[in-house]
């Protein structure tokens, strides 16, 4: 039997639904075991790895670019094309394609080889640059040298101790005048959590602007069928 790669289809929700199932018993977040960094990394290398090429079986993949994203870079045509993009934990690329659709010179990494690779062979005559990198690891020379930075659920997907300084590598990987746009679940400060993932509070801006990133847009975005639960999309620059 063909298998479905159309997210909205059931029979493809249901493969998910029983991969997600798997991946929760051996995420060390969803089993208390908060030991070691390196054991979440090893997750997000499990994900790719026994998907086996199947999308269903990576939680976060829907084929398309995120609509919050998507309509970021619509609402922005002429402005996004020649900008230097870097798009953090790219997972299966779509994000990253679509701004390379809109003119922009697209790098985007993500610490899972198998994710790269499977981008890139779904994107096989894409602009963009993928390369396998962890974001506490970047090489030197990106320093400073992009024009937007792109995140989506990556910041949500680690542990809420690191993202101060995964805002502080965005501010350093900016160029003069650069931007970093977040595309997250959000949640009221006060709301109960069980990550993963980690839905960002409004306290993420104060904690942003401890590590010289401003907000230039906060966006609330209301849970509706085209995104489903409430999110922030924040455009973010240097402070000062
Ligand atoms: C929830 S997924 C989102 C993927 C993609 N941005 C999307 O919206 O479909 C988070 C991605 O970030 C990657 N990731 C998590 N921590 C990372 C790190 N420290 N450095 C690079 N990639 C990371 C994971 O491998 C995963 O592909």
Not at 70 to 87: E, H, N, T
Not at 99 to 106: I, M, P, Q, S
Not at 197 to 226: C, H, R, Y
Request: proline share 6%; glycine share 6%.
């Amino acid at each position: 039997m063909k298998l479905s790669h159309d997210p909205s289809s059931p029979e493809f929700q249901a493969r998910r639904a029983q991969a997600r199932k798997a991946l929760d018993a051996i995420d060390p977040a969803m089993t208390g075991d908060r030991a070691s960094e390196s054991k979440r990394q090893q997750w997000f290398e499990a994900v790719y790895s026994r998907a086996e090429n199947d999308p269903a079986c990576v939680p976060w993949a829907n084929l398309r670019a995120h609509p919050l994203t998507a309509a970021f870079v619509k609402s922005q045509l002429r402005g996004i094309a020649g900008l230097r993009v870097l798009d953090v934990g790219c997972g299966l690329g779509d994000n990253a394609e679509c701004f390379a659709a809109a003119g922009a010179k697209v790098t985007a990494f993500d610490f899972v080889a198998d994710a790269v690779a499977w981008a890139k062979r779904r994107f096989a005559e894409s602009k963009v640059d993928y390369q396998t990198a962890d974001l506490f690891a970047l090489p030197q020379e990106w320093q400073g040298q992009f024009d937007l930075i792109h995140e989506c659920y990556t910041l949500q997907a680690m542990s809420p101790a690191r993202v101060p300084q995964a805002l502080a590598i965005f501010r350093d990987l900016l160029a003069s005048d650069g931007r970093v746009l977040i595309v997250a679940r959000a949640r009221d400060e006060e709301e109960e959590i069980s990550g993963p993932p980690w839905p960002l509070p409004p306290s993420i801006f104060d904690v942003a602007k401890e590590q010289g990133l401003e907000p230039v847009m906060i966006e609330d975005v209301a849970a509706t069928a085209n995104v489903g639960r409430r999110h922030w999309r924040v455009l973010m620059r240097r402070v000062g």
